[in-house]
C-alpha cells in the first residue's frame, strides 16, 4: 500500500485547510487510516483515524471538535478537514494504515511521505 498526503500549506489563525490522503496498491488490506503530526522536536501525535468500512472514527483530545476525519471508500481517499486552526496545529502532518483503530503509532504501517501545515498567528 502506498499513501500519499496533500493538501498542507500556510493558513492564518482562526483558518481551515483539508489533507487528502489517497491510497493505492493493496488497499482491501486496510482496516483504518490515520492521521498523525509532528512539530521539530517533538514526538508523533496522534490526530485522527477512520475505519474503512464503517467510518467509525477516533480523536485525539487536542482537536476534537475542530477536525474532521472523513472518508470516501470509491476514490480511496481520507480527509482531515481542520478548521480553527492555532499556531500550535504547525506540524507535518502523515497519514497511514492500521490493522485497527487505534492511536498509537506503532501500530500504523505504510507511512506517507506527510504536508507541511503552517499556522500563522
Known amino acids: 500500500v502506498q499513501l500519499q498526503a496533500s493538501g498542507g500549506g500556510l493558513v492564518q489563525a482562526g483558518g481551515s485547510l483539508r489533507l487528502s490522503c489517497v491510497a493505492s496498491g493493496r488497499t482491501l488490506s486496510m482496516y483504518a487510516m490515520g492521521w498523525f503530526r509532528q512539530a521539530p522536536g517533538k514526538e508523533r501525535e496522534f490526530v485522527a483515524a477512520?475505519?474503512?468500512?464503517?467510518?467509525?472514527?477516533y480523536y485525539a483530545d487536542s482537536v476534537k471538535g475542530r477536525f474532521t476525519i472523513s472518508r470516501d471508500n470509491a476514490k480511496n481517499t481520507v480527509y482531515l478537514l481542520m478548521y480553527s486552526l492555532k499556531p500550535e496545529d504547525t506540524a507535518v502532518y502523515h497519514c497511514?494504515?492500521?490493522?485497527?483503530?487505534?492511536?498509537?503509532?506503532?501500530?500504523?504501517?505504510?507511512w506517507g511521505q506527510g504536508t507541511q501545515v503552517t499556522v500563522s498567528s
Open positions: 477512520i475505519t474503512w468500512s464503517t467510518g467509525s472514527t
Open positions: 497511514a494504515a492500521a490493522p485497527l483503530l487505534v492511536s498509537s503509532p506503532s501500530l500504523y504501517n505504510n
